[in-house]
């Protein structure tokens, strides 16, 4: 029996290697109809609750969300006054 070649196998399910730098340039995030997709860790119980409101309802979760944090937002700047945009950050 004889020995088989199999470095060519291994050669092709090895990829390229990026350099550092363009491994660690930021992707944008990618945007949805009227949004951007952003990821957050909620606590359990309350995603559950908002989850159960958006079934019996039948309102997406999503646009649950978009009022709890617009509310926010419109009680925090009542309060405060406007939110000034951070300084450095690039639109997205």
């Known amino acids: 029996m004889s020995k088989k070649d199999f470095t060519k196998g291994i050669d092709s399910l090895i990829r390229e290697i990026k350099p550092e730098e363009e491994r660690l340039q930021a992707?944008?995030?990618?945007?949805?109809?009227?949004g951007i997709r952003a990821t957050f860790i909620v606590?359990?119980?309350?995603?559950?609750?908002?989850r159960a409101v958006s079934y019996y309802h039948r309102i997406m979760l999503?646009?649950?969300?978009?009022v709890a944090?617009?509310?926010f937002i419109e009680r925090y700047e009542e309060k405060h006054g406007a939110i000034k945009e951070r300084p450095g950050r690039r639109e997205i």
Request: overall charge positive.
């Open 27 to 34: 992707t944008p995030a990618p945007k949805v109809a009227g």
């Open 69 to 71: 944090l617009n509310n």
């Open 62 to 66: 999503k646009d649950i969300v978009g």
């Open 43 to 50: 606590n359990e119980t309350t995603l559950n609750k908002l």
